[in-house]
């Protein structure tokens, strides 16, 4: 399985939040759906459910998943 990095423009309120769910153990569904979704805009089949990395630093804001692909799909 080939894993493609997902990089979601977000606002700092929705990152915190984000990230808090996450620390606790929890899952932003609004935002793994969004990142299975640009995988499937790539062209790309998700295998698994996007894993959620970090939030980046910079501006905008951006939520950092991992998603898990087939590799028979190609972009």
Same mark, same amino acid.
């Given at each position: 399985?080939?894993?493609?990095?997902?990089? %979601?423009?977000?606002? #700092?309120?929705? &990152?915190?939040?984000? %990230?808090a769910?996450?620390?606790?153990?929890?899952?932003?569904?609004?935002?793994?759906?969004?990142?299975?979704?640009?995988?499937?805009?790539?062209?790309r089949?998700? &295998?698994?459910?996007?894993?959620?990395?970090?939030?980046?630093?910079?501006? #905008?804001?951006?939520?950092?998943?991992?998603?898990?692909?087939? %590799?028979?799909?190609? #972009?």
């Open positions: 399985m080939l894993l493609i990095r997902i990089q %979601l423009d977000t606002d #700092p309120t929705t &990152a915190r939040r984000v %990230l769910l996450h620390r606790a153990g929890k899952h932003h569904h609004e935002s793994r759906e969004a990142a299975r979704s640009e995988v499937c805009r790539h062209g089949t998700p &295998a698994a459910e996007p894993v959620f990395v970090g939030v980046t630093n910079g501006r #905008p804001v951006r939520l950092i998943y991992e998603v898990e692909v087939h %590799l028979d799909t190609t #972009p």
